[in-house]
């Protein structure tokens, strides 16, 4: 192993040696190792065609069926940033950002082509055919963020688009059975504002081998994991305690989720049917 992976590595685990993995490392591999998210953007365009770039490694992900059922709408008006940005909890990266992209769950196109031919899509109103809409739309931003870093851009998924999902549609003029999953922020990091690797947990918590079965060190390892984060909060001078009590605030309470609680009525609404 490089000391490059070694050391992205142990950022990337925490400091603890032994939980460190044996990896294999190549260039893509390394940069999958470098990931951090970007919150303070430069104010400087993207290179030509980067939007271009992005879209064309989000379509070289793998769809269901090949069914396609994404689309991505790019926003670059600085006002409609500014009001996407109000109703996603004032997340400044937003209007900072030069390129703000909101992933759409799309299957209004496939209904317009069966319309045309007079065609019916009745496992269209499955929960289902929502899963693998939100799950495509994601495998495609996943793609355009590893080619985001590798041209030097950073970025940040934006969960917080689904606080207001009613007003997010209207603001960008979504048809029924489209909802944006998330947003995402592009643009070149602020070096003045330098982000990190974040931990993660160790990976003896997260793999489960031929069946599930939760290991018996899992309480102790993620304590251990608990003060890795807790410290990288700190070098950072982020208020978060550790994992646990962030994750614990984030799902105790229904005010947690900050108006997401009421999106399954405003997906009916979108005539996601969810049955
Ligand atoms: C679907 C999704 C939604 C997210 N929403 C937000 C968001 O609204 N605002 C934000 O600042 N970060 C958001 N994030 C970023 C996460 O907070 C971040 O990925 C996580 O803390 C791990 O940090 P890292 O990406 O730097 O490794 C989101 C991430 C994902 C995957």
Redesign the pocket.
């Known amino acids: 192993m490089s000391t490059a992976a070694i050391d992205l590595l142990q950022q990337r685990y925490g400091l603890a040696a032994e939980t460190r993995p044996a990896v294999i490392t190549n260039a893509i591999t390394t940069a999958l190792f470098s990931?951090?998210?970007?919150?303070a953007y430069l104010d400087k365009p993207l290179p030509d065609n980067t939007l271009e770039t992005l879209l064309a490694a989000a379509q070289s992900a793998a769809s269901s069926s090949n069914l396609q059922p994404w689309s991505l709408l790019a926003v670059e008006d600085p006002e409609r940033k500014a009001r996407l940005a109000a109703l996603?909890?004032n997340?400044t990266?937003i209007r900072q950002a030069p390129l703000f992209l909101v992933w759409l769950a799309d299957f209004s196109r496939i209904q317009r082509q069966a319309d045309q031919q007079g065609v019916e899509l009745q496992a269209l109103g499955y929960l289902d055919s929502f899963l693998v809409g939100s799950v495509d739309a994601?495998l495609a931003a996943q793609n355009a963020v590893v080619a985001a870093e590798s041209l030097g851009l950073g970025t940040?998924?934006?969960?917080?688009?689904r606080n207001n999902l009613r007003e997010v549609i209207e603001e960008l003029h979504l048809p029924p059975l489209v909802y944006p999953?998330?947003?995402l922020t592009v643009g070149y990091p602020d070096p003045d504002k330098p982000?990190a690797?974040?931990p993660?947990l160790p990976q003896a918590v997260v793999l489960h081998r031929e069946t599930y079965s939760a290991p018996a060190t899992e309480a102790q390892s993620i304590q251990d994991y608990d003060r890795s984060i807790a410290a990288f909060y700190q070098q950072q001078g982020l208020a978060s305690a550790n994992w646990s009590s962030q994750t614990f605030q984030r799902l105790n309470k229904v005010a947690a989720l900050h108006g997401r609680e009421r999106i399954g009525q405003v997906l009916k609404e979108q005539q996601f049917d969810l049955l």
């Open positions: 990931h951090r998210s970007v919150r996603a909890g997340q990266h994601a940040v998924y934006i969960g917080a688009l999953v998330f947003g982000t690797i974040k993660r």
